[in-house]
């Protein structure tokens, strides 16, 4: 779609860039779908078919989350593509904790500068996230905002909304002194509590480029790897047993 406006430009804003930045963005997209989306993207809301055979009273599980100050490594690095995947996943890795298979997702990215092959790398990320947990991207938001945000920087959240069947909703009341614990591997310090991270590591570019043998890579590619997405595994269990309960801990 072509599209201009001198008024916009004047106040920094590039029409013609959101819409090259939604053509872009479409074959990352389409690798999400399923056949219970009834919309493509680009209408007022994302239309999803919700399949609840086999339920006997379906309860709806939403869940939101952004990528925080991690955020801030990806500048520096100006590496893009795996920040979608950490929003998907601190959506996703909350609401299975509730027994919840994940639907559908929507995403948000604000920035100051509307450069469209860098959202079409978010968004990349964002529905490889999507294909990992089995959620469709029925929509999302781009705004670009000159003077609110600086020119190369950006932020992204999301939601997710699962579906549980009601008798099958996890219910951490019956959990008591002598439960087994069982913790599963997560695939580094995934995306909450950069604040301290960045602080314990000093970083910047050159502490972010250093490259540890223990590591096996860069300081920054280590920080950068995507959290870890736990649906498969979690819905694979419940398939067998129903746990007393499941915590995703992130964070402090």
Known sequence: ME?????????GVDVTAGYKAVELMKSHIARTMTANVLTDIGGFGGLYALDVAGMQQPVLVSGTDGVGTKLKIAFLMDKHTTI???CVAMCVNDIICCGAKPQFFLDYIALGKNVPEKVASIVSGVAEGCVQSGCALVGGETAEMPGFYPEDEYDVAGFAVGVVDKSKILNMDSQKEGDVLIALQSSGVHSNGF???RNVFTVNEQNLARHFADLGTTLGECLLTPTKIYVNAIQ???AEVQPKSIAHITGG
């Open 195 to 197: 604040s301290l991270i």
């Open 84 to 86: 979608g995947i950490d």
């Open 3 to 11: 599209s201009y406006s001198e008024s916009y430009k004047k106040a």
């Open 236 to 238: 694979k269990l419940l």
